[in-house]
């Protein structure tokens, strides 16, 4: 009886590991072709970052790959980033970055590997590719070469309290300019609730400053230089200003994401331009949830063009396991995490995981989630990636893009007189390689 327990296990084992052999090799893709190998992926201490983290033990029973993780606040990664970079360290594998703010440093400093022949000759045929937004993935291309991978996408969306535009009579802003009468009927209405709020802090405002500017169909540089004073970038900025000034918070000049997601979420805003991504810490109250909606900027003079990002995934040109590392690449950028992930409220770059009964089922449960993910596809399809200038030094240049409209909120310098001392600075900025 022994010796027939123990065929019977040794066959159901020879089974079991017949089965996993053929699923990891039944497209023809060997996920279990680096088993054995460590990487070292350094991560950003966001939503999506933990995410990932959270899902990890799959990649590893899939690949047999050890994946070690360095999390970090946002700030701290990236000097660590730089350190490791700076000195060719082999030390990280595999990284969070986020191309529209440093892809184009990084790639001038050669510190992003080129992952074109990865996507089109080493991937597993369910990757598709193709079902990546082009925009994003365009905006993760620097002079032909496939920097990183998007992992999610986002970008400011304007949140209104429906029940106050409602109790206010207020009707929904069909156009750009129609946001001033209606913060202006809403404060006139609810004077103990700020009518609009958005970034003040000089840093992050070109974050969402970069929406106004271009649906007033303006840009940041022209002809190679910086082209700030022009008169649709003036209409994006007072447009922008008078509405922090007038009508936001006080001491809005020194708001960011998390000020503006707290204020909204405690009922003490009626309209939030803030990041697609804070769904996640609105909806944590379910007052908000209620009564919230969400849409896409209204169009200006030159239609809708939503700003959207993506945090990617990129491989250092330092690794000794990059082979490893791309496996882990493609896994958190392929269809099925992404579907695990949109589950989760991590809005995909890919179109298809919206498309799963999953998450059809998800959305139907919470009406808000519904209107947040029409705006989302919009992103996808229109979507621009231009935050501050697209030059080697975009961090820093977005100081000097935030400075006009901090200067017209606090009434510090007019507008022509601060755009034209940006612009000097920015030019200076543009020399930079």
Known sequence: MRRKSNRALLL???LLTGLCSTQLRASGYNWRRDK?????????????????????????????????????????????????????????????TLPSREGEQFSAAGWLSDLSNRVK?????????????????????????????????????????????????????????????????????????APFVSRGLKPAVAYTLSNFVHNFGGSYMKDGK????????????ELY?????????????????LQIASLYSAGRAAMAFESSG?????????ERTKDTSVMLLPPGPSGSVPTAISWNLAISPFSA??????????????????KELMLQGVPSPRSSPATSPEYKKWLDEV???????????????????????????????????????????LGQRSFDESCKQADAALDQLIQKK
């Not at 804070?278 to 379910?286: A, E, K």
């Open 12 to 14: 159901a084992t020879l």
């Open 36 to 96: 054995g190998q460590s990487i070292r992926f350094l991560v950003n201490n966001n939503t999506l970052g933990h995410a990932l983290v959270s899902k990890k033990d799959e990649f590893e029973k899939l690949t047999g790959i050890k994946v070690t993780v360095d999390m970090y606040q946002e700030q701290q990664m990236r000097q660590r980033l730089l350190t490791v970079l700076n000195a060719k360290s082999s030390e990280i594998d595999v990284f969070m």
């Open 121 to 193: 000759a080493d991937a597993s045929p369910d990757y598709d590719f193709s079902d990546i937004s082009k925009k994003l993935i365009d905006a993760s291309t620097i002079s032909g070469r496939l920097t990183s991978i998007p992992l999610n996408i986002e970008g400011p969306v304007l949140y209104w309290r429906a029940d106050l535009f409602k109790q206010c009579n207020v009707d929904l802003p069909h156009k750009l300019s129609d946001l001033l009468e209606a913060s202006k009927k809403l404060k006139a209405c609810k004077p103990q609730i």
């Open 226 to 237: 910086a082209d700030l004073c022009s008169q649709k970038n003036r209409d994006a900025y």
């Open 241 to 257: 200003s008078t509405l922090l000034r007038d009508y936001g918070p006080p001491g809005v000049a020194t708001y960011s994401f």
């Open 278 to 286: 804070q769904i996640v810490y609105i909806s944590q109250n379910p």
């Open 321 to 338: 396991h990059q082979d490893a590392a791309w496996l882990f690449v493609q896994w958190a950028s392929g269809p099925t995490l992404q």
């Open 367 to 409: 009406p808000l989630r519904q209107r947040w993910n029409g705006v989302l596809e919009e992103m996808r399809k229109n979507g621009s990636s231009e935050v501050g200038l697209p030059i080697v030094a975009n961090a820093e240049s977005r100081d000097y893009v935030g400075s006009p409209s901090v200067n017209l909120i």
